[in-house]
């Protein structure tokens, strides 16, 4: 069965730091290209970060380049998000993505809030 199950989401002061996890299971997290994704209210879902199979290269929506950084291990089967500086609006669901042609996965969501 697979899953993807993503934490660290809550409430944070503008300023503040958050860093999500997602953690996969039932397939072979090593071999699929990982992402983050985000969807606030009355708004499209949109790619917030890309991380190769290896690691080895990481592409950034231009609104979190220098602010976030996608990361994983392989070991762990777990894939990571650790965002600094965030403002109110980053404030939406984040999903995470697992990519190998032709298959995909979407993990559930976690709610993360910038609010003072």
């Known amino acids: 069965q697979v899953q993807l199950v993503e934490s660290g989401g809550g409430l944070v002061q503008p300023g503040g730091s958050l860093r999500l996890s997602c953690e996969a299971s039932?397939?072979?997290?090593?071999?699929?290209?990982m992402s983050w994704y985000r969807q606030a209210p009355g708004k499209e879902r949109g790619l917030v970060a890309h991380?190769?199979?290896?690691?080895?290269?990481?592409t950034y929506a231009a609104s979190v380049r220098g602010r976030f950084t996608i990361s994983r291990d392989n070991a762990k089967n777990t894939v990571y998000l650790q965002m600094n500086s965030l403002k109110p609006e980053d404030s939406a669901v984040y999903y995470c993505?697992?990519?190998?042609?032709?298959?995909?996965?979407w993990g559930q969501g976690t709610q993360v809030t910038v609010s003072s």
């Open positions: 991380i190769t199979s290896t690691g080895g290269t990481t």
């Open positions: 993505r697992a990519q190998t042609w032709p298959q995909e996965y």
């Open positions: 039932g397939f072979t997290f090593s071999n699929h290209r």
